[in-house]
């Protein structure tokens, strides 16, 4: 069949719909539902620069149960004596942490020369997040670039593998699990479960990332489905992801703005990987990104793709539509007014805790928000 062929015929229709989940006024229902911990990862707060401790304070603050501190530059101190105070302060709040670095593939071009050999990176990060109670340390192979710079992406895959499998026996006696993102574009999930198996499931997992998927035309709830039994961590946001004459477009938006079926994306999330913290990563200020997969110069970057994935995305795509509400449009700019600068800061706090009351009222999500 036609790609252009296989697109028309492709129907619409939502993914379905979540039954309650709680008693008795909200569209979710009754069930005797499996909490799921509720919590941000720190890069949502990017334009305030917090630190450790100013960003566990704001987990307490707003009655959250975990935080990603995605990256070792978020401590004010990587001195043990400071870890230890992180760690002691977010046992005196009651909040899990996970810890975080950055690219660990030497071929990528994410990775930071600066840091040294990945081995070491890697170990570094490990041993932060062991110092600050963390069972799970986010890192991530690189981004769409892996996909166009003329190594296919599997050179870049075994490269990952190679790293993780240098650090085994550290990891394995640090006793912190490595979380693989599906990363900006670089990972279809059945690439990242590659990797994972290959390496060792063992003190290898993934980080779940819902928004990336757009960048590989693949629907969040299949990537969902394929990472489950690995998923020792999260990132999760909404997207607006509509057609055009191209193909497809998407926007990240806060939680509730899109149009991913997020009920049925959190009931999936109960029943396949309840103990997974569920950590908001709210990523808005972003203007549409073009999907042109009518084009098939698109395609090289995927020339595996199998079409009953590509199927799913193209019916959320169907009936979805741009976003229409406001936002200001200036994030990743290296030069902007302080004006935009302020306005961005407002915008990041004010999505990110819409986000927070999306997922507790209407998705059922968090535990300790119960008690307030």
Not at 14 to 24: C, E, K, Y
Not at 300 to 305: E, G, I, L, T, V
Not at 357 to 365: G, N, P, R
């Amino acid at each position: 069949m036609k790609r252009r062929s296989f697109l028309q015929a492709v129907a619409g229709g939502s993914l379905g719909t979540l039954a309650a989940l709680r008693q008795p006024s909200t569209a979710l229902a009754a069930d005797t539902a499996q909490p799921i911990l509720l919590g941000f990862d720190s890069y949502s707060l990017r334009a305030f620069h917090w630190k450790s401790m100013q960003l566990l304070d704001y987990t307490a603050s707003l009655k959250l149960d975990a935080i990603q501190i995605s990256d070792i530059d978020d401590f004010e101190s990587l001195d043990p004596s400071h870890l230890a105070k992180v760690k002691a302060r977010a046992e005196q709040l009651g909040i899990k942490v996970d810890g975080g670095i950055g690219s660990i593939c030497p071929t990528s071009t994410s990775y930071n020369r600066k840091n040294g050999e990945p081995a070491d990176y890697l170990l570094l990060g490990l041993r932060t997040s062991k110092a600050v109670g963390a069972p799970a340390m986010r890192c991530f192979l690189g981004g769409r670039a892996e996909r166009t710079s003329g190594k296919p992406i599997e050179e870049h895959m075994e490269s990952t593998i190679k790293v993780f499998r240098s650090v085994r026996s550290q990891a394995t006696d640090l006793g912190v699990k490595i979380a693989l993102e599906n990363h900006n574009g670089d990972l279809q999930a059945s690439d990242l479960k590659t990797i994972i198996e290959e390496s060792g499931k063992e003190f290898v997992g993934a980080c779940l990332d819902s928004g990336n998927p757009m960048w590989l035309v693949e629907d969040p709830l299949f990537t969902l489905e394929t990472l489950a039994p690995y998923v020792v961590t999260t990132h999760i946001r909404d997207s607006a992801v509509y057609e055009t004459a191209r193909g497809a477009a998407f926007q990240w938006v806060a939680l509730g703005d899109g149009n991913i079926d997020l009920a049925m994306f959190i009931k999936r999330y109960r029943e396949l990987c309840p103990k997974a913290s569920m950590q908001l990563e709210i990523i808005t200020g972003r203007p549409p990104a073009e999907l042109p997969y009518l084009e098939p110069a698109f395609w090289k970057a995927f020339p595996k793709k199998p079409a009953t994935e590509f199927a799913r995305f193209v019916a959320i795509a169907k009936k979805g539509r741009p976003f229409s509400g406001y936002m200001v449009i200036a994030d990743g700019i290296k030069q902007i007014p302080d004006e935009y600068k302020e306005a961005l800061k407002i915008q990041q706090r004010r999505d990110l805790e819409r986000s927070f009351e999306y997922a507790k009222k209407t998705l059922d999500v968090g535990v300790r928000w119960r008690t307030a």
